[in-house]
């Protein structure tokens, strides 16, 4: 029999989140989401995608909070604070709006943490502003190159890699992308990118005509405890009315805060309990559960079941990124990003 007074001590210990179990359903607190919008209302419309999109959020317990000034004023720890999330689609491109010191503030936040979740334009931002432009590549993975080979500028044919990465599951790929601007089903923009970062991960490519190489289209990177996830889908309103293209952002959103049927929110859950035992992973349950834990590709690296309370040491993994996985029965999963130390 489950004992809830058990795990409401261990709860309240460790700052976790409580749920009710049984025939009742889990008590889940909506992820706070900063949409970091821009000022244009051309094509590269963030506002026109809000309003598409917040109904998509609103349905799945994402809590949508759009900010856009050309001061970026919430870029200070105290605003940041507020959100579990950062959904990045475009901002202006002239660079002039952002600051050192606030560049700096974002990045501490995701290193703390959190994740920042970036589509299309966002790698067109601060693209001529030197030293900004720079680090917000080296923070995004990569830096806009440009549209496609010859006359090509369509999205092309698009790819996931296999086995499906977890900011990707229950998704589907966009169908190929028109040639020109109306086109069917829809057109989107091709995008190439440049200096790539060493520790980015490819999770899909697409081939936008037939001589070119299957070009980086989604890809993650870590950032301290944190993560970036960047996919250069989203041109216009042709693609954000895709449900394929709003079952991205949403998993996307719904990786980046750890949701799972718990409710226990990604590395923030697990977070004391790393601190604790350090390169050990406590399951403070005497009932059957199972640890699971996957490299960044997919290849199961660390397996361990047991039916009681068990401290399991995660040391002997190398340094780097993993997806965790602890599965208890009667409560089901919860899941998170571990980054193993030295």
Known sequence: MLNLNKWNCFATKFGLMTFVVGTLSF?????????????????????ALRDTLTPVFAANNLTLNYREATSHSWLNPDSLAQYDVAFLYTT????????????????????AGHVAVAFHGSTNTYLNNGTLSA??????????????????????????????????????????SATATGGQPYWDE??????????????????????????PWIWVRAQGNGWVYYNCSGHDGQTWKRPEFKGQVVQAIKWGAGIATTGLRGRAALQPLLDLHQSQIAVPFDEPHTVRITDMTGKKVFFRSGSKASNYDLSPLP???????????????FRSLYLQKP
């Open 319 to 333: 340094q780097g990124a993993y997806y965790l996985e602890v599965l208890i029965s009667n409560k089901g999963a």
């Open 190 to 215: 091709g995008r190439r990118h440049k200096s790539f970062t060493s520790d980015t991960i490819i999770l899909a490519r697409s081939r936008m005509n037939t001589v070119d190489t299957a070009t």
């Open 27 to 47: 008590a889940q607190s909506p992820i706070r989401v900063l949409f970091w919008g821009g000022t244009t209302t051309t094509t590269h419309n963030s506002r």
């Open 92 to 111: 202006d491109q002239t660079g002039t709006d952002m600051s050192a010191t606030q560049l700096s503030n974002f990045i501490s936040w995701i290193a």
């Open 135 to 176: 680090n917000w590549g080296n923070l995004l993975g990569g830096l806009f190159l440009d549209h496609g080979n010859g006359t090509s500028d369509n999205g092309g044919t698009i790819t996931f890699k296999q086995p499906l990465h977890a900011s990707l599951t229950g998704t589907t790929a966009l169908p190929t």
